[in-house]
C-alpha cells in the first residue's frame, strides 16, 4: 500500500515540531507583532481612540523630540532610576548570593525568604504598603521616632528623596537575580580556587581574579535583562508617586499611559512607544558589541 | 479502542460546556462608578433592591477610589468598545464620547415615558444634551463647598456664614492658624477649579466654549500668588505631602487627618466626611468665598450616568436612571450622597428624613442654586491635560522652581497650544 502524503508529512521531523511550535508562533504573532506593528502605524497618525485616525506622518516624533518637555524630564528620570536601581540590586544579589554559598541547614529557608519580595514585590499591594512606609506620618517615621529622631519629614515629597524610595523598593526585590547568581556560582569550578590556595592568593584575590572574571556571562545576562525591565516600570511610579513631585519621578511608561489614557493621544503614545524600542534595542546592541571587552567566555 | 475513547472523552466535554452556557439565562449588568466607600454602600445597596425586583439580573461592579481613576479605565475601555452598561460619567470627555457614538441616545426613552424627568427642571435636563440628544442623566446637583471644622471655628470665634467674601475668608484662615496651627486646603490638585471660580467672580470663566475664557494670565497669577503665600506663611498645608495621597479622595484628605480645620469639597461629599470624622468634631459647610457670589457660584452635573451605545439591555439600564431620579426608597438610601436628588418633589422630600450631614448639602445646594449663574457643563477637548498643567505649574512655584509670574505666563501660552491642538 502506498504510504499516504499526509504520513509522510508527519513523518519529517521538521514538520512535527512545527506544528508543536504553532500555538506559541499563533500567540506571538496575535498578541506580540501584531500590535507591534498597530503601533507603528498609528504613531504616523493622529489616532485619538474616539475618532478614525488621519496620517500625520513623522509630526508625532517632531512634536516628541521638539516640544515636549515632559518627555524628556521622563527620559532622565526613568535613566536615573535604571542607572542606579540596576547595578545597586546587582551587587546586593551577588553579595547574598555569596553569602549563602557556604552551607548551612537554614539555607533552602534563607533562599526563600530572600526570594520573596521579589515575588511579591511588583504587586500594587507592595506599593501601596511602600507608598504608607515613606509617608509623613508613616512607618519610617515612626521607626526614626522610636530610634530617638522626631521627624514627620515627607519622603515622598522631595524630589531627591522620592527618587531614593522607588531606587529602594527595586532594590529590595534583589531574589532573582541572586538565585541566578547562586546557581552561577556553584558552577564555578573548585580546581580554580584550589589552585589559587596552593599560589597564596588573598581573599580579595580569590574574589576579583576568579570569582568576579567567571561571573562576568551572568552579571552580562542580569545587566541586560534588569537594564530592559528598568525601562518598562510602571506599578511603581503609578502608585507610589504618579511622577510627583514636579514630574522628577515620572517614569517613561507612566507618561505613556497619561498620553494615551488620559489625553487620549494615543497616535502619540504609539510614537513614544516605538522610541522606546529603539532606545532599549540601541541599548543592548551596545552591550552586545562591547560584550567581548569585559565578558569572559569560557 | 484509544482513539473512540479519547472521541468520546472530548464529546462528552463539549456537551457539559455547551450546557453550562445555556443553563441560565443570567443577565449580568455591569456598572462603574467613582467615589468614597460610603458612596459604594449606598449605591450596591439600592442595586441589590432592584435585583430583588427583577430576578434575573446581578451586578459586576467596578469601584473608583476617584473621578481620575474612573476616567482613565473608562477611556481604556472605551478604545476597546467595551464599556460598562451603565457608568458614571466625568463632564470633562461628554462631548468627545458623545461625537464618537459610544453612549446611548435617551430622547426616545424620555420621550415614551420608561425615563420620567417631567420633574426634573428643563435647565437640568439641558445638562446632559449635547447636539440633538440627551445621553446622561445628572446623578443628582452639587456644587463646590467649604468643608469646615465647625467645633475649631466656634472656639476661635470665627463666624463662617454662606457667601463669605475672601477677604473675610482670608482673615478667617489666618485667625484660626495663628490660634491653633491648622490649615487650609484650597483643592490641592484641582486648582483649574479654583481658578474657573475665581475667574467666574472676575467675570469671565475658564473657558469659553472651546477657548480659554480669561483674557490674560493675571487671574493665573492671583491664583498662584495666593497659594504661595498660604505655604511661605504655613496656612496653607504643604504640597509635600500631596504626593502620598491622592488629592480628591475623602478618606486621606488633610480635614480628616487633622492638620486642616477647613478643605475644599463637592456638596455631597458631606456625608462620607461625616462617616469618617465619626463625631470627633462637627461639620460644617459653606459655599466658597467669592467677591460677587451670584457670578461665581455654580451647580454642577459633576456626575451623571452614562448608558453604553452598545449595551444589551438599555431598558433595564434605563429603569435604574428613572429610579434613581425619582423613586423616594432609593433616595432616601442614597440621602444626597450622589448629590441633591434634581427630582424637585423628591429633593423636598428627603429634607424631612435624612439627618446630619446630608441636611448640610441639601441646604448649601439648594442656596447655591438660587443664587447662582448658568455655568456650561461640558469642557472642551484637552481641559484634561490643560488641568494637569495647571497643578504641575502651581508645583513649580510652590516649590520654589519658578515664580507666580513665570507660571501663569507659561500656563497662559501653553492653552492656546493645549485646547487648540485637539
Redesign the interface.
Known sequence: MMVTSKRRFFQRDQNVGFLFTLPFTIGFFVFTVVPIAYALYYSLTNYDVLTPSVFVGLNNYINLFTGDAVFWQSLRATTIFSLVSVPLRLMFALFVALLMLRPSRLSSLYRAVYYMPSIMGGSVAIAIVWRRFFASNGTLNALLGLLGISSSYAWLGHPNTAMLSLILLDMWQFGSAMLIFLAALKQIPQELYEAADVDGAKRSARFFRITLPMLTPTIFFNLIMQIISAFLQFTKCYIITEGKPLNSTLFYVVNLYYQAFKYYHMGYACAMAVFMLVLVGGITYIMFVTKKRWVYEV | MKKLVALCLALMLLAACTATCYAEEEITLRMAWWGSQSRAEKTQKILSLFSESHPGVSFEYEIYSNA?SH??MM??Q??ANELPDLFQGGAM?LE??V??G?LLDLTPYIESGALDLSNVPESIVDQGRIGDGVYCVTNGLNCYALAYNATVAKECGVEMKYDMTWDEFNTATRTIFEKTGLKINMDYGFVSDIIDLVARDRGYGLYDGNKLGVPDASIFEEVFQYYLDGVTEGWHV?????????PGVVETDPLI?GSCWCTVASSNQANALATLIDDQFELGMTSIPADNPIQSHKVDPAQAFMISANTKYPELCVEIINNITNSVEWNQILAADRGVPINGSIAEGIINSVSGASTLSIQLVKYVSQHSSPASPTYP??A??FS?QTN?LL??VL?G?ITPAEAAQQLFDAASKILSA?
Open positions: 481620575g476616567n482613565e477611556a481604556t472605551a478604545a470627555t468627545q464620547w461625537k464618537s459610544m504643604s504640597p509635600e505631602i500631596f504626593v502620598e495621597i491622592t487627618t477637548k484637552g484634561e491635560e494637569t504641575l508645583e513649580q516649590y522652581v485637539n
